[in-house]
């Protein structure tokens, strides 16, 4: 049910504006619309506004009576790890650790028992997959970029060459991950 009200205040921004009443609360159009966006594509929502995140702390970060700095939590001395085998594309047999605190993956590491000469492509592609990354700390350590697992994904998967290089293989376990850090 929608009723309509002329010039009253809007219960979301406090403009004065046509209203248009919803669920006994009454927004005007623009809120209506966000409001509509927030009920029907949360998830997306949640990825936007982590994503302009680093765009409001710049900006806070220009104002000198803004001392707020970001929280940053300290890894403990012991962390639950998960460790998967998987297989390469010569099927050597890897073991991929993640470390998780709360369910989420906070470190990854790769070993492997086979010592075997490495194409020339997957060097590239292992040389590939450092660079990315390390960029991707810098821009966060530097510019204040905003970090997310699926930034990480998409350097992982930038950085393969050829399917189940070592890249593609840890894209494929995080990608586990990815939903649960969304929600
Ligand atoms: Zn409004």
Redesign the pocket.
């Given at each position: 049910m929608t009723d309509i009200k002329n010039n009253e205040q809007?219960?979301?921004?406090?403009?004065t504006?046509k209203?248009k009443k919803n669920n006994g609360t009454e927004?005007?159009?623009?809120?209506?619309e966000l409001a509509d966006a927030i009920k029907k594509r949360p998830e997306t929502i949640k990825r936007i506004c982590k994503l302009i995140k680093s765009d409001i702390q710049q900006t806070d970060h220009s104002d000198p009576e803004n001392t707020q700095t970001p929280k940053f939590i300290d890894l403990p001395e012991v962390l639950n790890a998960v460790r998967y085998r998987t297989r390469d594309r010569e099927l050597n047999t890897w073991y991929v650790s993640v470390s998780e605190l709360d369910g989420d993956p906070v470190e990854i590491f790769a070993s492997t028992a086979f010592d075997r000469d490495d194409q020339l492509q997957s060097r590239i592609s292992n040389l590939t997959t450092i660079t990315r990354l390390v960029s991707l700390i810098l821009r966060n350590v530097f510019l204040g970029e905003v970090l997310t697992l699926g930034k990480t994904i998409k350097q992982l998967k930038r950085s393969s060459r050829q399917k189940n290089d070592l890249p593609d293989m840890l894209t494929n376990v995080l990608r586990g991950y990815e939903n649960e850090a969304n929600s």
């Open positions: 809007c219960d979301g921004c406090g403009n504006a209203l927004f005007c159009d623009d809120c209506l």
